[in-house]
């Protein structure tokens, strides 16, 4: 741990005094080089979705006022850890923050930003119609992308890690699909949000002429299937940030914690993470 400077906000900028940051598989690609963009070189921060109260408010900025409770996605393919969120206080844009309904806890609301934002741009670039298979339904990108296509109106094939069906049930799939499952067994169905991603065992399960969306670079289809193939990168979209987080304070979306470990123990926390087989995601919290 490093004690630096409070930061000072800028025009246009407010100091977010952190309670919670998400621990995604994000952060931990960037301490291991796998960040796209390439390697960030060290000293950096990592963390992208924060939660707290406004500590300090910039000249010109009038979105919010000191004791404001906010949560927002600092855009880290941007910033590159200049700032991240593993830190105490924040100097964030404005535009990168939204209100944090009182309904609605740090820790809880920390798990939203990216995730929920990548499941709903990812489910954009599919025309709702037919069957959508979603990998890793069980996990935070997953679960929403699950929530979200049930609520355009697909019918939902959700795969769910092993003892965890029952998660991704009560999301209101209409199947549930095993990891031990040979995916090429399923469907064909009309798309594939693949969120893990799994590549060509996702692949497996779209039919001729559908489509697959990744989180991840995966590789190509082959062109004779004429499979579209759509790679969603996460984009910050604040009025869209808001009404997911409005929804899931308001009960009409679901997210899960698997742990709260304060931020001193950020290291061992992505160990956990890199382990696997959590119900939820990880979240630090400060103070």
């Not at 960030?40 to 992208?48: A, D, E, K, Y």
């Not at 990744?214 to 009404?243: C, F, K, N, W």
Request: some cysteine.
């Amino acid at each position: 741990m490093t004690e630096l400077p409070e930061p000072e906000a800028k025009p246009g900028q407010v100091v977010v005094r952190v309670r919670a940051v998400c621990v995604h598989p994000a952060d931990i690609a960037a301490t291991t080089g796998m960040i796209p963009g390439g390697p960030v070189q060290p000293p950096f921060s990592p963390g992208w979705d924060i939660a707290g109260e406004v500590a300090a408010v910039g000249p010109g900025t009038t979105d919010f006022g000191v004791g404001d409770r906010v949560v927002g996605m600092i855009p880290w393919y941007l910033t590159r850890g200049t700032p991240g969120g593993y830190a105490e206080f924040v100097a964030a844009d404005a535009e990168w923050m939204v209100r944090l309904p009182d309904e609605l806890d740090f820790v809880s609301a920390a798990t939203v930003p990216l995730n929920a934002q990548t499941a709903h741009q990812g489910l954009a670039l599919v025309t709702p119609a037919g069957a959508i298979l979603v990998t890793g339904a069980s996990g935070g990108v997953g679960g929403f992308a699950t929530e979200l296509a049930l609520r355009s109106g697909y019918r939902v094939l959700a795969q769910a890690s092993h003892d965890d069906e029952q998660w991704v049930r009560d999301l209101g799939a209409h199947e549930v699909i095993s990891r031990s499952v040979d995916l090429a067994t399923v469907g064909p169905v009309a798309a594939v949000f693949d969120a893990v991603p799994l590549g060509e065992a996702a692949v497996a399960a779209v039919e001729d002429g559908g489509v697959v969306v990744v989180t991840r670079p995966t590789p190509p289809i082959d062109p004779a299937r004429g499979v579209r193939q759509e790679l969603q990168l996460i984009r910050h979209d604040r009025e869209l940030l808001a009404d997911l987080v409005r929804q899931v304070a308001a009960g009409q979306l679901r997210t899960r914690v698997a742990a709260t470990m304060p931020l001193t123990e950020a290291a061992d926390a992505h160990r956990r993470v890199l382990a696997g087989g959590l119900r939820g995601k990880v979240v630090l919290t400060v103070g």
